[in-house]
């Protein structure tokens, strides 16, 4: 266990299911106790973090909405008067031509995946600075870094999700706040093996095959890969690391 993490508090956005989850999981076993803000069921959640002995709040919020992460914040003051860790994990990677992408259409992707950070941390940074401590996690993606068609608005989103990480590090740094992005590949989890495959490939398992082989590691990812990155960015073990994208992805980009 990195150290720094017990009886913290952390809100992770996207953790009914997934890699939200495993990261819900992980941070209950290090000692923390656990908010999920997801707009779907996360009893499953729950019951994992209880497993660990932590202390556990599910939140119902849209954070694509000012006034939902507002309501977000209130809960979370409500029942434990703070946030030491913020995870904004939540997000969607549609697939679209960008000749057939409506401006709605990239809207909606900028919303989910990028103004939502803009929103949570707005409402959990001045608390963090006031107690002068905090740990922000970002998920970024390995695609900002790779050629992967159809995906404009979600990639442009990723890279928008690094420059904020990089940037509110630069203002935060002094107060005992760090910001950092995590960025997987395409990760095998209950989002991604109900979509669709890209062009070209018969199935995801196919497609996850296909990228294995051109990771340094041959295997896909599963979202119980991410977890000790996030442990120790989160952790004091980390105090010193702060506007840093990590690529967390088998080998995929060697940069």
């Known amino acids: 266990m990195a150290r720094g993490h017990k009886d913290k508090v952390a809100v992770i956005t996207g953790a009914a299911a997934g890699i939200g989850q495993a990261f819900a999981r992980r941070l209950a076993q290090d000692g923390v106790h656990i908010v999920a803000a997801d707009i779907g069921d996360a009893s499953e959640t729950g019951r994992l973090v209880k497993a660990e002995g932590r202390q556990f709040l599910a939140v119902a919020c849209d954070i694509t909405s000012p006034e939902a992460v507002a309501t977000l914040a209130q809960e979370v003051e ?14 969607i990677y549609p697939q679209k031509k960008f000749e057939d992408m409506t401006f709605a259409d990239w809207r909606h992707v900028m919303a989910v995946n990028l103004d939502s950070m803009f929103l949570t941390c707005s409402a959990f940074v001045p608390g963090m600075k006031q107690r002068g401590w905090g740990r922000i996690v970002n998920m970024a993606s390995s695609t900002f ?21 990089r940037a509110l590090a630069t203002e935060y740094g002094n107060a005992g706040i760090t910001v950092n992005a995590i960025a997987p590949s395409l990760t095998r989890s209950q989002g991604t093996l109900s979509r669709s495959p890209r062009a070209g490939f018969n199935s ?7 990228l294995a082989r051109r990771q340094a590691i041959h295997r896909p990812e599963v979202p119980d890969d991410l977890v000790g990155a996030l442990s120790f960015l989160t952790s004091d ?19």
């Open 237 to 255: 073990d980390a105090a010193f690391v702060t506007a840093q994208t990590l690529y967390v992805d088998g080998g995929f980009v060697r940069a």
């Open 145 to 165: 870094a790779t050629v992967v068609p159809d995906h404009v608005h979600y990639i442009a989103s990723k890279g928008g999700v690094i420059g904020f990480t």
């Open 204 to 210: 995801m398992d196919s497609e996850f095959e296909a």
């Open 78 to 91: 409500r029942a434990f008067g703070r946030c030491d860790i913020l995870v904004n994990n939540a997000g």
